[in-house]
Structures are given as structure tokens and as C-alpha cells.
């Protein structure tokens, strides 16, 4: 069954969120050349939903399909971009956590006919 990693991204509050998203779109490049990886997606937290005055937890949430998890991990130790790219984004992170999920329900909405 097709994994999906989910992570959870507080940036360091001295951070440029510019050079941030720009390193974010670098590594999605590579990251979906892999043959590990089928997509990669980096969302911006933008508000805590029905509470205007709550800041999110987080500021952005990565949303990684993956085709093997075993192949993924290879890669992480073998491969020395990744390791490149680990160094850089602890460099911007205070906090991060990495879940492993697969899908239990997966709804899509039907075309409208017209």
C-alpha cells in the first residue's frame, strides 16, 4: 500500500520565509526525480481554521507520496544531495516531525456535467 509522509514544519523565528520556499522548491525538484518519491508538496500555513486570533502551530506542512519506503531510506543514505538537503533544512527548522500514514479513505469529488 502506497505510503504518504506528512511533515510538520516550525521554521526559526530569524528565518527568511522567501529563502525558505525557495530551498523547499529545490529540493521538491530533485526529490520527485527519485524513484522513491511520486510527488512532493509544501503548503504555507495561512491561519488556524475558525479562530482568527490563534497562530498556527506550524508554518508549513510537506505532503510526500512515496512508492517504497525501503527505497526511500536507501536514499537518505546513500545519496549525497539528500544528505546535502538534511543539513540545509535543520539550518531553517526549529522544530519538525515526520509522520509515516497510509490512506484509509480516499473521496473524490465526481466531474459536473454541465
Known sequence: ???VIIGFIKLKKDVNREQFEAFENRV???NVTLSSHESFK???TLGVMGNDHEAPLYD???IIDIHSLQA???HINHDDNLKQFIQEF???VEY???LTTESIVDV???PISC
Open 60 to 62: 508549513y506542512i510537506e
Open 1 to 3: 500500500m502506497k505510503k
Open 90 to 92: 535543520t539550518a531553517f
Open 96 to 98: 519538525a516531525q515526520f
Open 28 to 30: 521538491s525538484q530533485y
Open 72 to 74: 526511500m531510506y536507501h
Open 108 to 110: 473524490q469529488q465526481a
Open 42 to 44: 509544501v503548503l504555507r
